[in-house]
């Protein structure tokens, strides 16, 4: 494994022969080996006033992911109160996730959320009861767990070849298209304003992630949410002020009673699949960016911390979580690797968690702004599995070109597919071949793996 760095962008490439193959086609792309040096080592500890100084710069990061997907909590809930205690514990359990992490898991300076593609689960498995999706989340969770502490993470490496990693990025970006298209044009008011919004404001984020220097460029999100908010409160009239109390909610912290619904757990399953890829490439990018040592005990401990943070997640009913790849950025751009920068993030998140009228405030942003932000991350992970085609020859062939589109274009059709012919699978099978991203991925395993496995050049 080799990382290699264009601007504040990072591509991780996998296998012994990388750098061997690669080397050559990273530097004509403008990509180069990384090597950092910074003001603060992995495991320095940090003076007060730095450590407060950078715990908040790791903060402003942490909020506009967790808000990103509040939409889940207007999915489950109508009642604005239940909205808010969902994101009450999204932000307790997104910090927790994160000093454990940094304490006692990977202890690596890496930023933990919502894991998108649990977020897809959830969105697919909408015909399945509340208990029932958070049920099979937890129990997700806790076979990750184990199957980490077990030591089989290194036989299940073989199956995430590039291409199968590529389609895995694809798919995350295609199959929640259906969701921020909802949020955009689904939310009510005047429709051309809507449209308007979304198109301005992606094509600003566009230009500010281009001009603003450093740092700032990790504030574009927190930045859009903000003014998108702003501007389109003034277009279509403020909330009134009642809109924003909080009443008591009546849902319970816990997920109970549980709900075991075979279908459900097995496409979470496929869903922890993808997660697990993403959980160890951003532990292993962010590991050899640092120059971390035993990388592969810190990957071993941290793919057990995110799964047990899962299954914490799924009993309280909330989305699980998972290790963001976009780290490096804020490190070579701030300049502090240390694992303890992060604890102040992680403590300002659980203390966000207990007051419930600053969440109120914060899950107050108009639908078409997050559907819009949401569209602008998913077009930059779509961007990363383009990038990786480039960087791997992952299309060069006939074999392989269609091994990563037909996966994509059949979970599309899945995707967008008409809520009448959805409605006639059987509802044992729906969790599975209703998910266009669960089917996405099987297919890809089935032709990398058994169609085409005769191939002898695999990037």
């Given amino acids: 494994m080799i990382l290699w760095r264009k601007n504040l962008n990072f591509v991780l490439l996998y296998g012994p022969t990388a750098e061997a193959r690669m080397s050559a086609k990273c530097r004509r792309a403008g990509l180069f080996p990384v090597e ?32 990103t997907s509040t939409f889940v909590a207007r999915l489950h809930y109508d009642a604005a109160a239940d909205q808010i ?26 930023m933990s959320g919502p894991a ?12 399945a009861s509340v208990q029932a999706t958070y049920t099979a989340i937890a129990i997700g969770g806790v076979l990750l767990a184990l199957l980490a502490a077990s030591g089989w993470l290194k036989r299940l490496q073989p199956l995430f070849t590039p291409r199968v990693i590529i389609v895995i990025l694809a798919l995350i970006a295609f199959t ?35 001009l603003l220097p450093g740092l700032w460029k990790s504030t574009v999100v927190l930045l859009a949410l903000a003014v998108g908010s702003v501007v389109y409160y ?45 959980e160890l490439g951003s532990i292993q990018s962010v590991a050899k960016f640092v120059d971390a040592d035993h990388v592969e005990k810190r990957s071993t401990r941290g793919v057990v911390t995110v799964g047990l943070i899962n ?22 751009a701030s300049g502090c690797a240390s694992r303890y920068a992060l604890l102040p993030a992680g403590v300002g998140l659980v203390v966000c968690a207990l007051f419930p009228e600053a969440v109120g405030v914060l899950s107050a942003i108009p639908s078409p702004v997050m559907g819009t932000v949401l569209m602008y991350l998913m077009a930059a992970q779509l961007a990363a599995a383009f990038q990786m085609v480039n960087m791997f020859g992952a299309t060069s062939d006939f074999d392989g070109g269609i091994t990563v589109g037909l996966p994509v274009m059949l979970a599309l059709v899945v995707a967008l597919a008409p809520a009448e012919a959805t409605a006639a699978i059987p509802s044992l099978l729906k969790p599975i071949v209703g998910n266009g991203f669960v089917m996405g991925v099987l297919f890809v395993l089935l032709l990398e793996h058994v169609v085409f496995r005769k191939r002898r050049k695999s990037p």
Avoid at 116 to 127: D, E
Avoid at 311 to 332: E, W
């Fill in 36 to 67: 950092m040096k910074f003001r603060y080592a992995l495991d320095e500890r940090l003076k007060i006033a730095p450590l407060l100084m950078y715990g908040l710069q790791w903060l402003l990061m942490a909020i506009p992911v967790v808000l």
């Fill in 85 to 110: 205690f969902y994101i009450q514990k999204l932000f307790f359990t997104m910090g927790l996730a994160i000093i454990v992490q940094v304490l006692w898991g990977h202890r690596l300076p890496l």
């Fill in 116 to 127: 998108a593609v649990l977020i897809i689960g959830v969105v697919a498995a909408s015909s």
């Fill in 176 to 210: 929640i298209m259906p969701v921020f298209m909802n949020l955009i044009f689904g939310s009510g008011g005047d429709g051309i304003l809507n449209f308007s919004m979304a198109i301005m404001l992606a094509l600003l984020m566009v230009l500010a992630n281009k």
């Fill in 234 to 278: 003034c277009f279509e009239g403020w909330p009134a002020g009642d809109a924003l109390a909080v009443g008591k909610p009546a849902v319970t912290l816990i997920t109970w009673p549980l709900e075991v619904d075979v279908g459900t757990i097995i496409a979470f399953l496929f869903c922890y699949v993808a997660l697990l890829v993403n």
């Fill in 311 to 332: 299954a914490l997640s799924g009993m309280f009913g909330v989305v699980g979580h998972v290790d963001y790849s976009f780290s490096p950025g804020i490190i070579s």
